[in-house]
């Protein structure tokens, strides 16, 4: 019986170590950071940015038939298993901006803080309207 005890001690001590936990998401600077538009950059914001990886959050399909100069295809539903360096500044978009703001918060949970979302997304020189397009 110890010997049994002992055996799943020492199994649970190893899983542990290897176990990835990570602190509950903190929502209220999320909602902070949604709140004073700290979430998104615009065109005219890029250049000033460093380090920039612009990722195309849509369908491989979509991206393929038109995207923007200099930017990958990472689908949302492979953004939360991507992995970007620490010097990286991750600027997200989708055509109306609501898959790229997702994108967002699946990164900023993932513990990424230098990512914005493309405001407008990829609708080129469409003028910025409030509440449209799911930003």
């Given at each position: 019986?110890?010997?049994?005890?002992?055996t799943?001690?020492?199994?649970?001590a190893?899983?542990?170590l290897?176990?990835?936990?990570?602190?509950?998401?903190?929502?209220?600077?999320l909602?902070?950071?949604?709140?004073?538009?700290?979430?998104?950059v615009t065109?005219?914001?890029?250049?000033?940015?460093?380090?920039?990886?612009?990722?195309?959050?849509?369908?491989?399909?979509?991206?393929?038939?038109s995207?923007?100069?200099?930017?990958?295809n990472?689908?949302?539903?492979?953004?939360?298993?991507?992995?970007?360096?620490?010097?990286?500044?991750?600027?997200?978009?989708?055509?109306?901006?609501?898959?790229?703001?997702?994108?967002?918060?699946i990164?900023?949970?993932?513990?990424?803080?230098?990512?914005?979302?493309?405001?407008?997304?990829?609708?080129?020189?469409?003028?910025?309207?409030?509440?449209?397009d799911?930003?």
């Amino acid at each position: 019986m110890r010997r049994t005890l002992a055996t799943i001690a020492a199994t649970a001590a190893v899983l542990a170590l290897f176990a990835r936990t990570r602190p509950a998401p903190d929502l209220a600077r999320l909602g902070k950071a949604i709140q004073q538009e700290e979430d998104h950059v615009t065109r005219e914001e890029l250049p000033k940015l460093h380090n920039v990886r612009l990722i195309d959050v849509r369908k491989k399909e979509e991206f393929t038939k038109s995207h923007v100069d200099k930017a990958e295809n990472i689908p949302i539903e492979n953004i939360a298993s991507a992995t970007f360096a620490p010097t990286d500044t991750v600027v997200l978009l989708s055509e109306g901006g609501a898959h790229a703001a997702q994108a967002w918060v699946i990164l900023q949970v993932r513990g990424y803080r230098n990512v914005f979302f493309l405001r407008n997304g990829t609708a080129g020189g469409r003028k910025y309207e409030p509440g449209r397009d799911g930003c």
